[in-house]
């Protein structure tokens, strides 16, 4: 039987020796109920999100507190379309269903809005609705191989 993506992901982690926690919780579906279930601010946590751009799919890291620039991302990829992907085709690109979509997709050009390093640590997806991610910033750089750039609206 194939690894569900929690289990690849925390395996991930371990097998590179970062430093992380995963919390438990009664199952959560979107950013609100997860933040309430935590007891953190919309600052401290992320989304994962998947996206089309011109007919590619590629991964946005977002701070929860923020909406996404479609003009500064198109501008910045040098693109002309970007929509969100199919709730289908996100589940079948990730292994996750939206609502906790795990920022671990080596399989995907992942792009991170610079504003969660201003953080201690973030929360967010780890493709499982019963485990949020509490990880460093830098680290959730490195295990995305994410590229920063200032992606909020302004």
């Not at 401290?44 to 620039?69: C, H, P, Q, W």
Request: net charge negative; glycine share 8%; proline share 3%.
């Amino acid at each position: 039987m194939e690894r569900s993506k929690f289990d690849k992901l925390k395996q991930y982690l371990i097998d590179n020796q970062f430093s992380f926690e995963l919390i438990h919780h009664k199952p959560i579906f979107n950013v609100v109920d997860g933040l309430n279930e935590i007891g953190i601010t919309s600052s401290e946590g992320f989304s994962t999100l998947i996206m089309s751009a011109d007919g590619k799919y590629i991964a946005i890291v977002r701070r929860d507190d923020n909406k996404l620039s479609f003009g500064k991302v198109k501008k910045l990829l040098k693109i002309n379309n970007l929509t969100f992907a199919e709730k289908e085709k996100v589940l079948e690109i990730t292994g996750c269903e939206v609502g906790y979509v795990s920022p671990y997709n080596p399989n995907l050009k992942t792009y991170i809005d610079e504003s969660i390093t201003e953080q201690s640590f973030i929360y967010g997806g780890t493709g499982s609705p019963e485990y949020d991610l509490k990880i460093t910033p830098s680290d959730l750089v490195k295990i995305t191989n994410g590229e920063l750039i200032n992606l909020k609206k302004e």
